[in-house]
Structures are given as C-alpha cells and as structure tokens.
Antibody, heavy 118, light 107 residues
Framework: EAQLLESGGDLVHPGGSLRLSCAAS????????MGWVRQAPGKGLEWVSD????????YYEDSVKGRFTISRDNSKNTLSLQMNSLTAEDTAIYYC???????????WGRGTLVTVSS | DIQMTQSPSSLSASVGDRVTITCRAN??????LAWYQQKPGKIPNLLIY???TLYSGVPSRFSGSGSGTDFTLTISSLQPDDVAIYYC?????????FGGGTKVEIK
C-alpha cells in the first residue's frame, strides 16, 4: 500500500526558510502527480501546490507563489517543498498527498507541523 | 478564482437520519469535485471523486451527486462513526480549492 512520510517541519522565525520532504513508498512514484495541502490549527484544508509526474508542470496557490517551490526526485521517490519568506499565516500542518487519475487525493501522509513565530 | 462554498457549516442529526451537505461553485467545474472526511484528530480520507464515484472501501451509505456548480454529499443513514468534518474540493484547474468544511455531529 502507498505510504507517504513527511519530514522537515519546525519552528521558524518570520522571514525564514524551511524545506519539507516527503518520502514515498509502496507505489510507482514517477507515475503520479503529487502535492501539498496544509491545515492551520483548528482550520480547514488549504491546497498549496501540485507537481505532475515528471516535474515539468507545477501549480501554486496564490498566497505562496514566488515564495514556495515544489520539486521532486523520481530517482529517490521524494517530494519536496522549499518555503521562503515565511509568515505567521504559513503556520500549519503540511500534508504530502498523492493524486489519483486527476487531482483528487487518494493518499495522505501524517503531516509535518510548521510553526512560524518570533 | 473559483470559490467553493459549503453549507451548512455544521449540523447535528440523529443516528439513522439522512444527512445532506451542499457544495456550490461560483463557476462551473463540470464534475471535477471530490469529497473528503476528516475525523477528529485524523488525516483526511477520500470519499468520492468525479462528483459521484465512490472511492474504494467507502461505505455505500455515502453518495455524491451534481455537476456544474451544485453538488451534494449524502449520508443515507448517519452512523456514530460518521462524526467528522466533510470537505469538498474542486480539481478542474488550479487553484484546487477546498470548501470551508461541514462539521457533522450526532444529536
């Protein structure tokens, strides 16, 4: 069965940077679009970014465009999210997700917590 | 960008009741809509995709319908295990917006 394991969440100061990783296993990674979804404490789900199976196409939510970069390494079955210029509004649990045939998400990781605070 | 509005934001119903949750897009999204269930303290789980296709392993009391701008998630007979927040998500094009969620409780 597919498994996704996020890492890299931490406490960071406003304006700082952080890199999240997601290790995928149990499926043929290079055949799937992957993405990140976040959830602020006590709030709803917010889509952040998607990347297609070969990394050629990337998509971002407006508030993270220019600050976040999604990437993947298909040789290592790893998805990454580089986050720069972080603000308190980026505080959330970040979930790594696998997309089905289209961008509905059939597998979710357990999430990694990013806290932006001084 | 297309906005997704769910209603109600919360509801309380009795075990065995029929429960309906609505998700409305302010522009047409064909049938590119998914529903997720997030139980307290857990990660979200996919229930329905393509507006009406039940994901593998999801109980048949869940069903989805709609196309264009108006969609519904129905629980035919509410069970205690269905206590959760339910989210819709559009995936016709980026941004892949989620609805605000509907909290379902047992009366």
């Amino acid at each position: 069965e597919a498994q996704l394991l996020e890492s890299g969440g931490d406490l960071v100061h406003p304006g700082g940077s952080l890199r999240l990783s997601c290790a995928a296993s149990g499926f043929t990674f290079n055949q799937y679009t992957m993405g990140w979804v976040r959830q602020a404490p006590g709030k709803g789900l917010e889509w952040v970014s998607d990347i297609n199976n070969n990394g050629a196409a990337t998509y971002y939510e407006d508030s993270v465009k220019g600050r976040f970069t999604i990437s993947r390494d298909n040789s290592k079955n790893t998805l990454s999210l580089q986050m720069n210029s972080l603000t308190a509004e980026d505080t959330a649990i970040y979930y790594c997700v696998r997309a089905g045939r289209l961008s509905w998400y059939d597998y979710w990781g357990r999430g990694t917590l990013v806290t932006v605070s001084s | 960008d297309i906005q997704m509005t769910q209603s109600p934001s919360s509801l309380s119903a009795s075990v065995g009741d029929r429960v309906t949750i609505t998700c409305r897009a302010n522009q047409g999204i064909r049938n590119y809509l998914a529903w997720y269930q997030q139980k307290p303290g857990k990660i979200p789980n996919l229930l329905i995709y393509d507006a009406s296709t039940l994901y593998s392993g999801v109980p048949s009391r869940f069903s989805g319908s709609g196309s264009g701008t108006d969609f519904t998630l129905t629980i035919s007979s509410l069970q205690p295990d269905d206590v959760a927040i339910y989210y819709c998500q559009k995936y016709d094009d980026a941004p892949l917006t989620f609805g605000g969620g509907t909290k379902v409780e047992i009366k």
